[in-house]
Each structure stands twice: as structure tokens, then as C-alpha cells.
């Protein structure tokens, strides 16, 4: 099983956002979207679950074009975290987390007991099942950000699609977030797709990275592979080096400074 990037191209009022960008996505790893703002990694995450259509070019996913696929079907294999996880509405967590089975219902057709196992399931997951009753606007932002996961784990995806999942969080939060997202690609081997521009947070959780830079994928590989002092200066402008941290054994970037 595999996403597959071939050729994409997408414009904005024929501004380029993306520029012939190419790659693929491996079964159960977790893979980084990395660039700087403006450089269109959330573009692509959006072109990989049909929320966008490029201008030329494919996305593949388990060999289907999901240019031909119906919204539906492509929302049982492929889920999204958004960058913002604001809810207007003071739903409980349990009915939030419901709501990603509704690609599976029919109209007026409601939750059937195997739909309530499954958003059980998804609570236990992430830790919520115990506050399962409480209402959303009562929860801690990375509280906030695990019922978003859970409601994504709610439509059994082969796929979970992330986009800045630690935006807004504090720095325990982002830990805690992250260490989440990457035990259960372990356990339940979900292939993971995050979008982020923090260097160290990606050295330490991804498998392998795709640096965005001048609208295109400038390299793609294991952190080893494409975050090399070269590939930082040329596309965040700093002077870095990847390292190991003594204490943890995992990858981490070492940020000095502004690039001269």
C-alpha cells in the first residue's frame, strides 16, 4: 500500500504553488512534509485526500487515481487532522469522535453498535475514554488535539494526514502529541503523512522526510539522507546539523543560528 505524488502541479489564480512534485509514501511509516511557510507542503497534504485538485499530474493511493474516487470511499482509507481544532459547539467528546463514521452510514441511519465499539475503540486509543462525556470547550488544548486524532482513528483509515499537529501546543503537549501519532503507526501500522516545519520534532518521530523547497521536492529520504547542513541552509536559511541525542539514543537537529 502506497500514496503516490506523480507530477503535481497547482496553481492559485496561476500563481505555482507546486511544480512537478513527485514522491511516494511507504505502508505503516511515518513520513514528514517539511518546508518553510509559503512553500505549498499544505497544498499537498491537501491534494493527497481530493480537499484540492492539481492542475496536472496524479495522486495515487493503493494503486486507485483518487481524482476518480468519490469523497466518501477516499474518506475510509484516508483521514485528516487539520492545523486548527476549534469547535464552535460545546459537543461531548464521545459525539465528536462519532462523527468520523459517518462515512460509513447512510442517510438518517445513525450509529449502530459496531459504529459505538469502533469510537470506543478510538477514545481508548488516545487515552480519552474516561472523559468521554465531558464537552469539548472543557478540555486542555492537547486534550482538544487527541479528541481530533480519535475522531480521525474513528474512520479506520489506512491513512492519517497531519497537518502542524502541534501548532498551539505546549512543549509537553507537542511530546505527548507526537509520541501518541507514532506508537499507534507502530501498533495498527497506519501510515502517518505529517506536515511541519519544526526540524527537531521531524529528525526525532519521522522515517523519512520530504524537504519542499521552491514549489517543488527538493529531496526525499531518511533524516540521515535529507537533513544534512546543505539541505537546512538552502531551504530554512539556518546553520544546522543533525545529531543524536546522548540521553534519548534519537535524532535531533542541532539549530545555531541564522545562516551567513
Do not use: W
Amino acid at each position: 500500500m502506497t500514496f503516490e505524488v506523480r507530477d503535481l502541479e497547482f496553481r492559485y489564480r496561476e500563481k505555482p504553488v507546486l511544480d512537478g512534485a513527485s514522491l511516494e509514501i511507504r505502508s505503516g511509516e511515518v513520513f514528514g512534509i517539511l518546508g518553510p511557510n509559503g512553500c505549498g507542503k499544505t497544498t499537498l497534504l491537501k491534494n493527497l485526500n481530493r480537499n484540492l485538485r492539481p492542475n496536472s499530474g496524479s495522486v495515487v493511493v493503493d494503486g486507485s487515481d483518487v481524482s476518480e474516487m468519490a469523497k466518501k470511499d477516499i474518506a475510509k482509507i484516508v483521514a485528516a487532522v487539520p492545523q486548527a481544532n476549534e469547535i464552535r459547539f460545546s459537543f461531548t467528546v464521545r459525539d465528536i469522535v462519532a462523527m468520523g463514521r459517518m462515512p460509513f452510514q447512510r442517510q438518517f441511519e445513525g450509529d449502530s453498535s459496531s459504529d459505538l465499539q469502533i469510537v470506543d475503540q478510538a477514545l481508548k486509543d488516545v487515552g480519552l475514554y474516561d472523559m468521554r462525556d465531558l464537552h469539548i470547550n472543557e478540555m486542555s488544548g492537547g486534550e482538544r488535539q487527541r479528541v481530533i486524532i480519535a475522531r480521525a482513528l474513528a474512520q479506520t483509515p489506512r491513512y492519517l494526514l497531519m497537518d502542524e499537529p502541534t501548532n498551539h501546543l505546549d512543549v509537553n503537549m507537542q511530546f505527548e502529541v507526537l509520541d501518541l501519532v507514532h506508537r499507534l503507526s507502530r501498533e495498527k501500522g497506519l501510515t502517518v503523512v505529517i506536515v511541519s516545519h519544526d526540524l527537531p520534532m521531524a529528525s526525532r518521530y519521522c522515517d523519512r522526510i520530504a524537504m519542499i523547497h521552491d514549489h517543488r521536492v527538493m529531496c526525499c529520504g531518511t533524516p540521515e539522507e535529507v537533513l544534512t547542513p546543505e539541505n537546512m541552509k538552502a531551504v530554512f536559511n539556518v546553520d544546522a546539523e543533525l545529531s543524536v541525542d546522548s540521553k534519548t539514543g534519537k535524532h535531533t537537529v542541532l539549530l545555531h543560528g541564522v545562516a551567513h
